[in-house]
């Protein structure tokens, strides 16, 4: 069965304090890696897309990885606006079609 | 202005009640897609089109329906609402077509209340 496991489920950080989120996935017929950022109460805001392992691309203090089975979204120096739920999805093709899995997300909270 | 819009951003209502969640968007895209968020489950698919002949069900389509007015315009219907169906609902679209991966881009948000 496909799915995605996103680990932790919660992360608190010191402000500068740099971390790493894990994205493991055990799919077949990988298509794309997805992270996104959600604030409460809204849409989930798209941060990068990944294909290839090896893969890596960034954005401000986030640095996203790819392997085979896994995806990291690296945190460097994080500060208090960083704080966010960090969701994980992956793009399979399966009986024909495309198809999305997310994953539950990491709450992570970075303290002034 | 954002890409993709929804409408109402909150609402509540009673059960048994009909109500319906509009989509829109302005990023040309083809394919639209509904999903609902719940508290520790994540995002759950429920109904997507990949044009506007083309509406499939997702894992969770029982208790909705979907209308494509147009490509641009994607709307879920809720026939009887029931208070299992409270949540946030959200509109995603993605290119489509020969887009590789296909990255989906998500709306705002309904928060909907049944009571």
């Known amino acids: 069965e496909d799915q995605v496991t996103q680990s932790p489920e919660a992360l608190r950080l010191q402000e500068g304090e740099s971390s790493s989120l894990n994205c493991s996935y055990t799919?077949?017929?990988?298509?794309?890696l997805f992270w996104y950022r959600q604030d409460p109460g809204k849409g989930p805001e798209f941060l990068f897309t990944?294909?290839?392992a090896g893969e890596e691309k960034e954005k401000e203090r986030l640095k996203a990885t790819l392997t085979k089975k896994e995806s990291f979204l690296h945190i460097t120096a994080p500060k208090p606006e960083d704080s966010a739920t960090y969701l994980c999805?992956?793009?399979?093709?399966?009986?024909?079609?495309?198809?999305?899995?997310f994953g539950t997300g990491t709450r992570l909270k970075v303290l002034a | 202005d954002a890409d993709v819009t929804q409408t109402p951003r909150n609402r509540i209502t009673k059960t048994g009640k009909r109500i319906m969640l509009e989509c829109s968007q302005t990023?040309?895209?083809?394919?639209m897609y509904w999903y609902r968020q719940d508290p520790g489950l994540g995002l759950r698919l429920i109904y997507y089109s990949f044009d506007v002949k083309d509406i499939n069900k997702g894992e969770i389509s029982d208790g909705y329906s979907v209308s494509r007015q147009a490509q641009a315009k994607f709307s879920l219907s809720l026939e009887s609402a029931i208070p299992n169906q409270t949540a946030l609902y959200f509109c995603a679209t993605s290119a489509g077509g020969r887009a590789f991966p296909d990255t989906q881009y998500f709306g705002p948000g309904t928060r909907l209340t049944v009571l």
């Open positions: 990944l294909y290839s």
């Open positions: 799919v077949s017929g990988l298509r794309g």
């Open positions: 999805a992956v793009q399979v093709f399966t009986s024909g079609t495309y198809k999305y899995i």
């Open positions: 990023k040309g895209h083809d394919r």
